[in-house]
């Protein structure tokens, strides 16, 4: 565990290298542990993919105290430790006009029944948020559904729009340019400011992806603008 500082109101602690499960998990337990120590002045925690940022009130906190507090933590114990996440599915309606880039994938010899087969009801790792809020950056993916970013990126993409970009998927919370090969849509708000929580995961949780039709897209949505519909989640021990 390195500790840095880049800022004057930011620690970065780094626990490797390499986007790795076991990795995240001590970001994940580390996040868990700070938060719950309630350290004077500390006023948010951000896992990454190989790091933690802390961010202080700088005039609040005595920093000296604060690296010597953290450098004292077992990281490899606190690992060990059960915690608890979240499983949440999100429905998705793959490919037509929701998923235009599902038939990329016929150069490698699969079929659009065959990427939503490899995609779907799978326990995919949220790494990290980012890019923007609720932007999840998953791990897990098929190596069959590995794809490089589009040459030229959209300037615009759908809310909601679930996608391929390298080795990892993900969805757009909202409507954004980006580079990723779309391969469906969700009518699940990813950020609701009026929801609690807001993003519906984080660092640590785990992501499965539900195909629906357009009828059962279509009713949710409706759904979801009544008010009436809860995306369906499981809290899990590890």
């Known amino acids: 565990m390195k500790i840095r500082q880049f800022a004057e109101d930011a620690l970065t602690i780094y626990l490797g290298d390499e986007i790795d499960e076991a990795v995240n998990r001590q970001i994940v337990a580390l996040r868990h542990h700070i938060e719950a120590q309630s350290f004077e002045g500390v006023v948010e925690v951000i896992p990454s993919y190989t790091s933690l940022i802390i961010h202080f009130e700088v005039f609040s906190v005595d920093l000296e105290k604060l690296k010597a507090a953290l450098e004292k933590i077992d990281i490899d114990a606190l690992a060990q430790e059960p915690f608890q996440y979240r499983v949440i599915e999100i429905p998705v309606c793959y490919g037509g006009e929701y998923g235009p880039d599902i038939g990329h994938f016929e150069t490698s010899g699969l079929s659009e029944e065959d990427v939503v087969h490899l995609h779907a009801d799978t326990e995919y790792l949220v790494y990290m948020l980012g890019f923007m809020p609720g932007f999840p950056f998953l791990g897990g993916l098929d190596e069959r559904l590995h ?84 995306v369906n989640s499981e809290v899990r021990n590890k």
């Open 147 to 230: 794809k490089d970013r589009l040459e030229t990126p959209r300037v615009s993409i759908p809310a909601g729009s679930v996608g391929i970009g390298g080795r990892q998927t993900g969805m757009y919370p909202f409507e954004s340019p980006g580079g990723w090969h779309l391969l469906g849509r969700t009518p699940v708000p990813l950020f609701d400011a009026d929801r609690n929580p807001a993003i519906l995961y984080g660092a640590g949780d785990r992501i499965v992806y539900r195909s629906i039709g357009e009828d059962e897209y279509k009713d949710i949505e409706k759904r979801v603008a009544q008010g009436d519909y809860e």
